[in-house]
């Protein structure tokens, strides 16, 4: 399953299968890219980042890619289980000594068993 | 387990009430951060706080006071608070982003504040 961010908000899948979450960011001078997991009643938990010299980075399960020509971020989870339902929230960030994080919109994603 | 320790997790007062929202990290984080979010929406920034020195202040209404007492501690003073405040409050901490080449942001699991 694929969502476009701001255009569909829920993105419903089925356990096992692979979800796409997408993201388009807007400041140009954003140079590191993070994607945030938030479980319902829980702060942001950070999942995987990318900075803006990258393409793509790989996790656990978990990949980013990044297309800096078009100001798109896409999350791919792969054999999504039911505890990856959660919204997702990609952020953006101007490199300081501390961090200035800006989220975006945030897609919900339901895992049906 | 979060690192991040939020109190109260829940809060709830009158307009015109003066109450605290309290943070503590224990990670040698040298900056901190609160941030509100509304039910179904993103974190909004509010404020940052680097070297227990005011760096960010989104433009947030003086009624948010907040205060560094130390690296460990973040507050939010709170007071004259509208109906429309109510919202999860969030704290994070972080690494000095030059020092340690990483931006994640450790957050809290939130207080949520009602204003009646």
């Known amino acids: 399953g694929e969502s476009v961010g701001l255009h569909l908000p829920t993105l419903s899948v089925q356990e096992g299968d692979n979800s796409i979450i997408n993201c388009a960011y807007s400041?140009?001078?954003?140079?590191?890219f993070i994607w945030y997991k938030q479980e319902s009643g829980k702060g942001p938990q950070f999942i995987i980042d990318?900075?803006?010299?990258?393409d793509k980075r790989q996790g656990q399960r978990v990949t980013v890619l990044l297309n800096k020509t078009v100001k798109h971020l896409s999350l791919q989870i792969a054999a999504t289980q039911p505890g990856d339902s959660a919204v997702y929230f990609c952020?953006?960030?101007?490199?300081?000594?501390?961090?200035?994080?800006?989220f975006g919109t945030g897609t919900k994603l339901q895992v049906i068993p | 387990d979060t690192e991040v320790t939020q109190t109260p997790k829940h809060l709830v007062m009158g307009m015109t009430n003066k109450k605290s929202l309290k943070c503590e990290q224990h990670m040698g984080h040298r900056a901190m951060y609160w941030y509100k979010q509304k039910a179904k929406k993103p974190p909004e920034l509010m404020f940052v706080y680097s070297y227990e020195k005011l760096s960010i202040n989104e433009s947030v209404p003086s009624r948010f006071s907040p205060e560094c007492p130390n690296s460990s501690l973040l507050n939010l003073h709170l007071h004259a608070l509208q109906p429309e405040d109510s919202a999860l409050y969030l704290c994070a901490s972080s690494q000095d982003r030059l020092l340690s080449g990483t931006g994640e942001l450790f957050f809290g699991e939130g207080s949520r504040l009602t204003v009646l």
């Open positions: 990318i900075r803006s010299n990258m």
């Open positions: 400041n140009s001078a954003s140079d590191y």
């Open positions: 952020a953006e960030n101007i490199r300081w000594g501390y961090q200035k994080v800006t």
